[in-house]
């Protein structure tokens, strides 16, 4: 069992640096994502430092894989893709790609009736394109006030103050692509009106 662990160990740091560069990320660019110093990191995919847990989850969670998948778990022969949900705001975000850095595609889940009608709208760098899947959704961009139904596609630059909401009796669902900006709001701003 102990030498089981060890052999386990051992081969996170190739799978870590094989994972880096198959994403195409530096160490620079993952330490600033994980808070993890560059000299670690190294250390890390060198083998020179055991991997700890409070290592690996911020890893985990940048390169958004399981804990499994970074310690190099067996293979199941399961081919689906297990995404974990994102729950904010109540509402939910499932994961449809994996590349931490690029461009993210979500689907997203708005409830009925959401009482988020009194958020303000947000801003921040980069673009987002929605395509509305089922349900209503109710677009706020800038002083613009929009309703888009099933079939429906939106592109818009996250500069403009926006809110996505849904004005409907049931839960809408979209596809939500945004670049990596978008994955954090900056800014705040209020429309006029």
Not at 159 to 170: A, F, K
Not at 177 to 186: A, K, Y
């Amino acid at each position: 069992m102990a030498k089981d662990l060890e052999g386990a160990l051992a081969a996170v740091g190739p799978q870590l640096r094989a994972l880096r560069q198959k994403r195409d990320i530096t160490l620079t660019q993952l330490a600033e994502t994980t808070g993890i110093s560059v000299s670690t990191l190294s250390r890390l995919e060198s083998g020179s430092r055991r991997p700890t847990l409070e290592l690996l989850l911020p890893l985990a969670e940048a390169y958004q894989v399981t804990l499994d998948e970074l310690v190099d778990a067996p293979e199941t022969g399961d081919p689906r893709v297990r995404q974990r949900p994102i729950e904010r705001n109540g509402h939910t975000y499932i994961p449809l790609t994996r590349r931490p850095g690029g461009m993210q595609a979500f689907k997203q889940i708005i409830p009925a009736d959401a009482p988020d009608c009194d958020r303000e709208q947000q801003t921040h760098e980069g673009y987002e394109w929605i395509y509305v899947l089922s349900g209503r959704i109710r677009l706020r961009l800038g002083e613009h006030d929009i309703v888009l139904t099933p079939g429906e596609a939106a592109e818009f630059d996250t500069r403009l103050p926006h809110l996505i909401l849904n004005p409907g009796p049931e839960p809408a669902e979209i596809i939500n692509l945004f670049g990596p900006q978008g994955e954090r709001v900056h800014v705040r701003a209020r429309s006029r009106g």
